[in-house]
């Protein structure tokens, strides 16, 4: 991959870091609402899938595998995401 488009990739996962890291010090996903707490695994999810197509190659790598990562991803933050709205009062 050219030097610019992992520069690019890279900027992004600043800026989608920086959401995050907003949305946490708000104090928006302390009051048992689940928008805020979606919106950050939805960016959690997207950093996460940016890192594997771009960093670990996947982008060019067979259709199976970069299904079954993205795959691996959705499934672990769907439970991480479960277990939170199970322990909301």
Do not use: N, Q
């Not at 050219?2 to 009051?31: K, Q």
């Amino acid at each position: 991959m050219r030097t610019l488009s992992l520069t690019r990739v890279w900027m992004i996962l600043l800026a989608i870091t920086a959401a995050t890291y907003w949305i946490g010090e708000a104090g928006l996903t302390g009051h048992g609402s689940m928008g805020p707490v979606l919106a950050m695994f939805s960016l959690a999810f997207a950093k996460g899938l940016l890192v594997c197509l771009d960093f670990l190659e996947l982008r060019h790598a067979p259709a199976l595998w970069r299904w079954l990562v993205a795959g691996w991803l959705a499934l672990v933050l769907a439970l991480i995401v479960l277990a939170y709205w199970i322990g909301l009062p």
